[in-house]
């Protein structure tokens, strides 16, 4: 089992910044994407960004250019910096762990709120 904490979720005026962190835990060998995720209210959970163990990154198109995704092997930590916010961001942002043990094992965090304001 994984277990994941989020972190860095609040309130920000449009324009402003937020950066995310991931910080897995527990059976934590072999993870081998980190991602994030997320919902708005009546909406459907989308991707907004991931990333492999070899820093391979895929992002929405709604996202590139202003999100960056990173994350810190050696700590089991993804990080999601997010700048130019817009309102349409305003969600709760998933953490999301893919571990490869043969099959593939996903795990996901509790989530942390984003809100950005106009």
């Known amino acids: 089992q994984v277990q994941l904490v989020e972190s860095g979720g609040g309130l920000v005026q449009r324009g402003g910044s937020l950066r995310l962190s991931c910080a897995a835990s527990?059976?934590?060998?072999?993870?081998?994407?980190m991602g994030w995720y997320r919902q708005a209210p009546g909406k459907q959970r989308e991707l907004v960004a991931t990333i492999t163990r070899d820093v391979i990154t895929k992002y929405a198109d709604s996202v590139k250019g202003r999100f960056t995704i990173s994350r810190d092997n050696a700590k089991n930590t993804a990080y999601l910096q997010m700048n130019s916010l817009k309102p349409e961001d305003t969600a709760v942002y998933y953490c999301n762990v893919v571990q490869r043990i043969g099959p593939d094992y996903s795990y996901w965090g509790q989530g942390t709120q984003v809100t950005v304001s106009s």
């Open positions: 527990g059976s934590i060998t072999s993870i081998y994407v």
